[in-house]
T-cell receptor
Framework: AQSVAQPEDQVNVAEGNPLTVKCTYS??????LFWYVQYPNRGLQFLLK??????LVKGSYGFEAEFNKSQTSFHLKKPSALVSDSALYFC????????????FGQGTELSVKP | GAGVSQSPSNKVTEKGKDVELRCDPI?????LYWYRQRLGQGLEFLIY????????KSGLPSDRFSAERTGESVSTLTIQRTQQEDSAVYLC???????????FGPGTRLTVT
């Protein structure tokens, strides 16, 4: 069965510091991996995806994520956090052999303090 | 261009009543998805449509839930005989195909009293 784990319910960082939001996954085949962000009272917004190729993918708002097949991880990173990055972040996986549905993690609340 | 739209934005209904939720995908997107997000939780897949293929209904939690899609446009999610545990935000998403990222609508917040 497919699954996604986001081991941290909340991540707190100071503005200007690097941030990491962790994600590990389990699929039977090769994965497509995604990060989405949800701001308060707003819908989910796509940040970035890994489909194939370079393990380091860059996305919107300066975010990037590294696909690590051996560790089945896809951690989200940003070199310098902004207060405006504070939001709920979701990791999602799609098994290439299981159609289009996404399996989401439980979400990680990122709080960036000035 | 216009994004995914959903209506109504909020729906309060009494236990046992039927509700219909509507989703208008981005024009030209062949794939359409429904998810449910309970308070403080991640998204739970319900159903998806891809072109003229049979829909993947594997996420529907019970036979009280059903969904239809007209061609490659509007979709409706119907919940019959609503229960309090159905209270959640129902999110619709669309994509140009199943390989691509999904674009989400603002959701319908359903409250069953």
């Amino acid at each position: 069965a497919q699954s996604v784990a986001q081991p941290e319910d909340q991540v707190n960082v100071a503005e200007g510091n690097p941030l990491t939001v962790k994600c590990t996954y389990s699929v039977s085949g090769n994965p497509y991996l995604f990060w989405y962000v949800q701001y308060p009272n707003r819908g989910l917004q796509f940040l970035l995806k890994y489909i194939t190729g370079d393990n380091l993918v860059k996305g919107s708002y300066g975010f990037e994520a590294e696909f690590n097949k051996s560790q089945t991880s896809f951690h989200l990173k940003k070199p310098s956090a902004l207060v405006s990055d504070s939001a709920l972040y979701f990791c999602a996986v799609r098994d290439r052999n299981q159609g289009g549905k996404l399996i989401f993690g439980q979400g990680t609340e990122l709080s960036v303090k000035p | 261009g216009a994004g995914v739209s959903q209506s109504p934005s909020n729906k309060v209904t009494e236990k046992g009543k039927d509700v219909e939720l509507r989703c208008d995908p981005i024009s030209g997107h062949t794939a359409l998805y429904w998810y449910r997000q309970r308070l403080g939780q991640g998204l739970e897949f319900l159903i998806y449509f891809q072109g003229n293929s049979a829909p993947d209904k594997s996420g529907l939690p019970s036979d009280r839930f059903s969904a239809e899609r007209t061609g490659e446009s509007v979709s409706t999610l119907t919940i019959q005989r609503t229960q309090q545990e159905d209270s959640a935000v129902y999110l619709c998403a669309s994509s140009p195909g199943t390989v691509y990222e999904q674009y989400f609508g603002p959701g319908t917040r359903l409250t069953v009293t």
